[in-house]
């Protein structure tokens, strides 16, 4: 069961930020939201997660509501290597393991 | 060494025969899991072992058939699969809990049954 939505695309122009939502309206207290995306079906390459705060690292930013229903990926100055299928994940951990539930995916198109 | 290797990286079968996939990771992860992914789709999962155990079976058919014979390596036995099981299949790993930490995914296996 998917836990997340996502719109089906988006086109970003190239050197401009790149906004990708996600809605996770029912999501717990314990579980994390992740981003992963996936270039021509190779494997899926994580790249950001966070619980409630605001994260970053050198590839992105996350934004996350205050009421944790939904949260923004945003890739600063989109290239044209960042076009790809990216994925919102919700984590839920379980007695000794984690279940990763992927939403459907935004395409997102960086064009010139 | 961050990667999850995953072999062969393309297979054709035929109905009737019997083939493995195979996964493989040195990160010390003791959670690995099965996806597979259909064109255009997000990855399904199927398994997940955790320390050598299977914890979770996604309703799969038993024409696949999981096996972890240690903490670093993951089969998926294929037998008798139809055609619409063709898909790529994706292999990850993870710290099992508590650790926060995240998945990583090998290159998977384009696998196509004829």
């Known amino acids: 069961d998917a836990k997340t939505t996502q719109p089906t695309s988006m086109d970003c122009a190239e050197g401009r930020a790149a906004n990708l939502p996600c809605n996770h309206s029912t999501i717990s207290g314990n579980e994390y939201v992740y981003w992963y995306r996936q270039i021509h079906s190779q494997g899926p390459q994580y790249i950001i997660h966070?619980?409630?705060n605001n994260e970053t690292n050198e590839m992105a930013s996350l934004i996350i509501t205050e009421d944790r229903k939904s949260s923004t990926l945003i890739l600063p100055h989109a290239t044209l290597r960042d076009t790809a299928v990216y994925y919102c994940i919700v984590r839920v951990p379980l007695y000794n393991f984690n279940k990763f539930y992927f939403g459907s995916g935004t395409k997102l198109n960086v064009k010139p | 060494d961050t990667e999850v290797t995953q072999t062969p990286k393309h297979l054709v079968m035929g109905m009737t025969n019997k083939k493995s996939l195979k996964c493989e990771q040195h990160m010390g992860h003791r959670a690995m899991y099965w996806y597979k992914q259909k064109a255009k789709k997000p990855p399904e999962l199927m398994f997940v072992?955790?320390?050598?155990?299977?914890?979770i079976n996604e309703s799969v058919p038993s024409r696949f058939s999981p096996e972890c014979p240690n903490s670093s390596l993951l089969n998926l036995h294929l037998h008798a699969l139809q055609p619409e099981d063709s898909a790529l299949y994706l292999c990850?790993?993870?710290?099992?809990?508590?650790?926060?930490?995240?998945?990583?995914f090998g290159q998977g296996t384009r696998l196509t049954v004829v």
């Open positions: 072992y955790s320390y050598e155990k299977l914890s």
């Open positions: 966070g619980l409630k």
């Open positions: 990850a790993s993870s710290q099992a809990l508590p650790l926060n930490t995240e998945a990583f």
